[in-house]
Structures are given as C-alpha cells and as structure tokens.
C-alpha cells in the first residue's frame, strides 16, 4: 500500500516552486510577478510562521548529511517531536489558503511548472511529520522504507565538486586568500562581504565546502528579494541604461550556481554583496 502525498499541502515543495518561480520571473524581467512572488513567499514562510516552522523540520533532515545512521535517527526523532508539537489545523487551514492564493495569483499549473530532482525526499519528508501529527503511519514494510530512505540521504556525503580550489591548505593558504580579496575590494569590505569571505576561508580551513554552499544560497535568494524590491526605483526607472544594467545583474544572479565554492563564484557574490551595499544605501 502506497502511502498518500498531496504536493500542494508539502511545505519543502511549494516553497521550492516559489523560489524557482521567483528566478525565471527575475530572467524573464516580470517585476510584477516577482513582487507578488517575494510578497506571497514572506507572508507566509517569514520567521514565526506555522509553515515557516514546518519548513526547519523539512531543513533538519535536508542539511544534514555525511552522519552516522545513529544520528541520523536522533535527528529524525527530535523531527518527530518537533512536529507533534505543532497544530495539526493550524496547519492544514494555512496550507488550504496558500493553495488558494497560489491557484488566484499564478494559475492552477503553479504546480506542475518545475520537477525537482529533491521530489521524493520531500514528500518522505512530509509524509513523515504527518504522521507524528495524528496521521497514524503503521508500522510496515513501507514505513520502515521511508525512514531508511532518509536516513540513506543523511548518512551520504554530498559529491564534491570536480575541482577543489585547494588541495592541501594552512594558515599561510587562508592569508594569502584574505589578501586577493582585499587587494581586489579594498580594505573596506562591506558586512556582507566579510562574512563570506570568512565563510570562504573557513571553509578552506576545515576542507568541507557545505556550510559555505549553504551561506552563497542564503545570500543568493537574500539579494535576489532586494533586487526586485528595488526595480521600481525611479532613479533605475528612469535610466535606461543602468535599468538594462539591472536586469542583466538580476538574470547574472538567477544563473549562479550556488552549490558551486571555487573562487569564481565567491568573487562574483562579493560584487553582489556591492551592489546590495548601494541599492540599500539609497533606499
């Protein structure tokens, strides 16, 4: 017996559609569209949220990985906890008015739009809280599957990628790194572009690359949200070439691959976190 899954009651998938969503709307330069996306997106995944808190459940077992299956287990089972702690109708009566908003604003194929290669391991995921929640999942051989197939994704490590950007490192390595960025940015480096060189560098330090590929996708969607916050400027507006520019800045930043960690993409994050300094500095 197949276990039941509703994508559209999934919080990992749809808010995954959202962010997808929010990309193409930035390619294709629908700044309307964006808006409400970025708009729908924080109404209802902001910090306090029932669905923003259901999503650190989702976020609990996705992050964790290259563990034992011990704690993989642990996690799972403070997941549990965690879940059977939320209101179930709370839940359910914010998910029904998402689905409704979502089928208003974008169409009833919003969610057939995008197949994402994480499908299976959300809707375990979510089928997995539901079941702490009053769902009662019996205890069988699918059940049993389902928790084995996310403790497989826990206990594997992420694939590295094709080129490390230093083999062996030392704290001569890590000076020399700070030095390129500074000679190249100055030495007034702005907040946001300490913090991800120093993300960088530890990274280089501890020769895992994950905590850093998880800081480039927070800053990545963090300044994709200010981007489309600040297309109506009327200075941006009103120019033509640096609205041109903009949009080219905004479609350069939807095609960065995140999970990338070489050097290239961290100097191409610095120059946003530039251009997010000035966009908030004339706000």
Known sequence: MAFKHNKKRNSGLVYEFLVRRLGSQLVDQDQDGAHRTVEITERYFSD??????????????????????ET??????????QAAKQDAKVLDIKKSNLIKELNHTFGRDFFDKHRLPEYRL????QIYIDSHRG???AESFQAIQ??????KWMTSVPPKPEKEPIEKVDDLVCTMARKRFTEKYGDTLNVGQKALLESY???LVKENSADLQKKVNTDKNAIA??????YKMKEIQEDRVMKQRFVEA????????ATRTDEAVIEEMMLFHKLAEELLSNE
């Open 48 to 69: 306090g949220e029932p669905l923003a808190e259901e999503l650190e459940l989702f976020r609990a077992i996705t992050e964790t990985r290259g563990v034992s299956a």
């Open 72 to 81: 993989a287990r642990r996690v799972l089972g403070e997941v549990a906890r």
């Open 122 to 125: 959300l809707a375990s995921i």
């Open 135 to 137: 769902k009662r999942l």
């Open 146 to 151: 389902l928790e084995d197939g996310m403790v």
């Open 201 to 203: 560098v530890q990274s």
């Open 225 to 230: 949200k200010l981007l489309v916050g600040s």
């Open 250 to 257: 905004a479609k350069r930043l939807s095609e960065l691959d």
